[in-house]
Every structure is written in structure tokens, then in C-alpha cells.
């Protein structure tokens, strides 16, 4: 769980993985060690107040020098929100998000689509499941160029698709993104806060912290340390 300055959301996310069953560790965004873990998250929040262009300074952190380098070894890392910005201004995914389409804050629960069933980070789901995931943003509109958008669909790393009323005018209905490995998803939605009946709309978003278990507990104990391996490396030297 990385915590940049301005991350409000990181203790509702470190709760998810709580409540998936999993141990939450704190990562600083100063710290360039990733100290061993199997998984990041990028949590929302308004990383040093989003000054420029949401991520726009995050992306540049210590830490994630190391998760980008991880990334290619296999890491899987859950950006959300703001997270989910400040992957797309590290280029770990393609596209941007930017002002929303009507320029208001958007802040209310929000009726999605799974569209991509993926190894790491939506197993949980079936295929085109609707779910129900709060949202809050000012500048969750998902954006990039046609021949862009055209390989995200080929490829079937477009996770998720707002229904109901798109939000923030994204283009093609697009909430949440994968990169081509799949160990990468960018959400806008918050699915940390859909973890719990008594506090969110539903318990749809804990699929996203139970899948990444699953993955992990069927990955191959040589990957595992090959990927540990890569951290210790890039930790040493970043």
C-alpha cells in the first residue's frame, strides 16, 4: 500500500486487503524498497494536491522507479483513482484521465460491467457481471487516442465499462484498464469502499482483492522468488 502526499484512501485499501484475507503492508513514496511484497496498490487520494495534472509529480517517487521495473518481472499493482493517474503518467498504461466532461465533482455509487475476466485481478468475476462500486473524482474522464482504444478492445484489457449514466464523459464507457501482461489495472471507481455491507453499496469490490489472492496462491513458488528477487535487486540500486 504506497502512501504518497495527499493519499486519504490508503487506509480503506489496506482494510480491503485486510478483509480479502491477505496482510497489508505501508509503503512510503520516498522509499524506493518495496520490501518483499506480492502486490501494490496505488490508492486514491490527491497525491501532492494534483497541482499539475492528477500524478503528474507522483509518477516521478522513488518508489515508483521500483514498481515500474517490477511491473515488467510481473508484479501485479491495483491503481485506483488517482492511483490508476499516476499509472498512466509512469506510461505503466496507456492513455490519460482528465477534467471531467461537465468540470463537477462526481461523487456517488456507480453501476459497472466487468468486461474482462483476467488471471490476476478480476478471476472473481464472471464475465460481463454487473457491479455495483462507489465513485468520487474530478478527473476520472479515461482519454487517448483512437488507435489506442482500438488495441485496448482488441486485446481485452478493457476490465470494466461504466452502465447506467457514464459519469465523467470517458470515452467508449471506459472505467478501468489493464496493460497487455494483465498484472496491471487502472480503475477509476473506488472498490476498496464496496468491501463491507454495512459501509458501502455492496460488497462488489472485494472480488478485486480476492482475485489477486488467487492468483497469487496459484502462482509457482519460482516465480514468486524470481519476482523477489527483482525487487531486492531494484531496491538496492534505485
Known amino acids: 500500500m504506497v502512501t504518497f502526499p495527499g493519499s486519504l484512501d490508503d487506509g480503506d485499501a489496506a482494510r480491503a486487503v485486510r478483509l480479502a484475507g491477505a ?16 502486490a501494490v496498490v496505488l490508492p486514491g487520494g490527491f497525491s501532492y494536491g494534483d497541482y499539475l495534472r492528477g500524478g503528474a509529480i507522483a509518477r516521478f517517487a522513488p518508489v515508483m522507479e521500483t514498481i515500474a521495473a517490477a511491473v515488467r518481472d510481473g508484479l501485479p499493482v491495483l491503481g485506483i483513482c488517482n492511483g490508476f493517474q499516476i ?10 484521465l482528465i477534467r471531467n466532461q461537465h468540470m463537477h465533482f462526481r461523487a456517488r455509487d456507480q453501476r459497472l460491467r466487468i468486461e474482462a475476466v483476467q488471471p490476476v485481478w478480476t478471476n472473481a468475476f464472471n464475465d460481463s457481471q454487473e457491479v455495483v462500486i462507489p465513485i468520487k473524482h474530478g478527473e476520472g474522464r479515461y482519454v487517448a487516442d483512437e488507435r489506442t482504444l482500438d488495441e485496448l478492445e482488441a486485446n481485452g484489457q478493457v476490465v470494466a465499462r461504466y ?9 467508449r464507457d471506459i472505467a478501468a484498464i489493464s496493460n497487455a501482461a494483465g498484472n496491471v489495472v ?27 489472492l488467487k492468483f497469487l496462491a496459484g502462482r509457482p513458488a519460482s ?5 523477489g528477487t527483482a525487487q531486492a535487486d531494484q531496491g ?3
Open 163 to 171: 452502465i447506467g449514466g457514464n459519469p465523467n464523459g470517458a470515452q
Open 236 to 238: 538496492a540500486t534505485g
Open 186 to 212: 487502472g480503475i477509476m471507481p473506488h472498490p476498496e469502499h464496496a468491501v463491507d455491507a454495512l459501509t458501502g453499496p455492496s460488497v462488489d469490490g472485494l472480488g478485486f482483492f480476492t482475485s489477486m
Open 87 to 96: 499509472l498512466c503518467e509512469a506510461h505503466i498504461l496507456p492513455g490519460a
Open 223 to 227: 516465480e514468486a522468488s524470481a519476482a
Open 23 to 38: 496482510d497489508a503492508v505501508g509503503l512510503w513514496h520516498a522509499d524506493p524498497d518495496l520490501h518483499g511484497v506480492d
